[in-house]
């Protein structure tokens, strides 16, 4: 006999995620970062949606190690973020897209998970009040960086400790997500079982389990790319992109839509299908993307969803990174949309 579900029962993110650990899938440690993460995303939220009222609009003055102009909101999501997996004593080591160099937490308790994130994705568009997102990866503990300081090994030798073990290919993901700051405020996480997005409930201050088990469509007429640089791409690219909008006689051409902000285009793109890309140009070798906290989390959820992640040539999550901030070109979407375009770039 199946019992009838209560109109009352919701599943908030906190209650999955213990199901989670009680069915063996991650272990209390990972529960414990994957809710300080959440918590983190909730603050994140309600400062961008209150940002041109508490002044939090425009520029730092400040500009990040990648010599971008640093938003004042970058700054505050990447203290807020930090923060929260600081205080889960659960995180090793954290590396996001503020910082120079990967940094190792002096207090963890237990865990020591390996943390990367991308705090405030897109912050371009914060401004006019449209979409962001927050992108995080975590990666298995390793002790190597921890090692004491005390020891003979100096404090340059434990950052580069630090940078070796945060370079890991996205194939050694452990979990990863994004939260969508946009008309709903959408976590959607991976722990390696599918993909499930919750949604923050301004009433309760939850967020609530809204699809399970996601899959992306095999095919999907919809591309995004930023097409003012293309003048800059390579002829194989131009072709590809002329070849969407003029399928022939028969075809109806592609449609384009771009946010300008990952995370967005991203999500749009696992629900209706579609490809998403940033390709390398004339003046961007490898583009403008990061391997580690963009477009590995990003491709470890496409997969989890069917589809597919890759650089044109070869698949994102088996690409070793050598250093933090690495760059390269991301193709992801639907299965069909992405094998296509590997064969024009072939
Ligand atoms: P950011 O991390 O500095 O915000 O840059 C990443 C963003 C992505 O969200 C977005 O897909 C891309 O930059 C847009 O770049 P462009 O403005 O060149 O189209
Ligand atoms: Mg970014």
Known sequence: ETKKKSRFEIQTLTSWLLKQEQSGHIDAELTIVLSSISMACKQIASLVQRASISNLTGVQGAV???????????????????NCLRSSGRTGIIASEEEDVPVAVEESYSGNYIVVFDPLDGS?????????GSIFGIYSPNDECLADIDDDSTLDQAKERCVVSVCQPGSNLLAAGYCMYSSSVIFVLSMGKGVFAFTLDPMYGEFVLTQENIQIPKSGKIYAFNEGNYQLWDDKLKKYIDDLKDPGPSGK????????????????????????????????????????????????????AGGKGSDGHQRILDIQPVEIHQRVPLYIGSVEEVEKLEKYLA
């Open 253 to 304: 051409p592609y449609s384009a839509r771009y946010i300008g902000s990952l995370v967005g285009d991203f999500h749009r793109t696992l629900l209706y299908g579609g490809i998403y890309g940033y390709p390398r140009d004339k003046k961007s070798k490898n583009g403008k993307l990061r391997l580690l906290y963009e477009c590995a989390p990003m491709s470890y959820l496409v997969e989890q």
């Open 64 to 82: 990040n190690v990648q010599g971008e102009d640093q938003k004042k909101l970058d700054v505050v999501s990447n203290e807020v973020f930090s």
């Open 124 to 132: 371009s568009n914060i401004d006019a009040a449209v979409s962001t």
